[in-house]
């Protein structure tokens, strides 16, 4: 008689996390975040509550971890780009730099306009930066976790351009940045017009032109 092979709990433990984390996705982009429970959660996934308390302390806490698994799987995906919602995806250690400040920017930038615009990615995304506006230690945590390293790429890859002389010396990159993103930001957050590729090379070509060397 055969032997009788053991569960694998590990395996099971992988496939209740992702269940955990699809339902909390789910119900943020159906319900909004003060309407989803961890009761919803659990009924969703269809795991007892105990189960997410032994994982994670609350709420905030399991829709973070799904959210940067998420973001984490769609930037691994075939044709994945360095934008501002994941992480990196061909170049692990920060944005392309091709020596073309501006044709690496829009790389990134075209990129972030399609993680903001992917409906997958969109909902979840607002909820959790609409709530961290009332939930301050909710704000930091999405600030430490997503959006800290993902600006320190444009921080490295801007020091790049000023070692090269493609950006002036006594321009500050954190603020520099600021220039890139901000406006992309605003445009997506008030839904004030469209987001697309064109309004993100503009955003690019307005910018490098205040930041490079003076004549």
């Given at each position: 008689m055969a032997p009788t092979k053991a569960p694998d709990s590990s395996r099971r433990s992988d496939r209740s996390r992702r269940a955990i984390h699809d339902a909390a996705l789910a119900l943020v982009t159906e319900v909004g975040y003060r309407r989803t429970t961890i009761e919803g959660i659990a009924a969703r996934a269809g795991v007892g509550k105990q189960t997410i308390y032994r994982w994670w302390p609350s709420k905030a806490a399991v829709l973070m971890d799904a959210f940067l698994d998420l973001a984490g799987r769609t930037a691994g995906e075939p044709g994945a780009g360095s934008g501002a919602a994941g992480q990196p995806g061909e170049d692990a250690q920060g944005i392309p730099d091709s020596g073309d400040l501006v044709a690496d920017l829009k790389l990134v930038l075209r990129a972030t306009v399609d993680e903001l615009n992917d409906p997958a990615l969109e909902a979840p995304t607002r909820a959790l930066t609409a709530e961290g506006i009332v939930d301050a230690k909710l704000g930091a945590e999405f600030v430490h976790k997503l959006l800290d390293p993902q600006l320190a790429l444009y921080v490295g890859r801007l020091r790049a351009a000023q070692e090269a002389g493609h950006v002036r010396a006594d321009v500050d990159p954190r603020i520099a940045l600021?220039?890139?993103?901000?406006?992309?930001?605003?445009?997506?957050?008030?839904?004030?017009?469209?987001?697309?590729h064109a309004y993100a090379d503009a955003i690019v070509d307005y910018a490098v032109g205040g930041l490079a060397p003076r004549p």
């Open positions: 600021e220039l890139l993103i901000g406006p992309l930001m605003h445009r997506w957050l008030l839904r004030t017009l469209p987001l697309t």
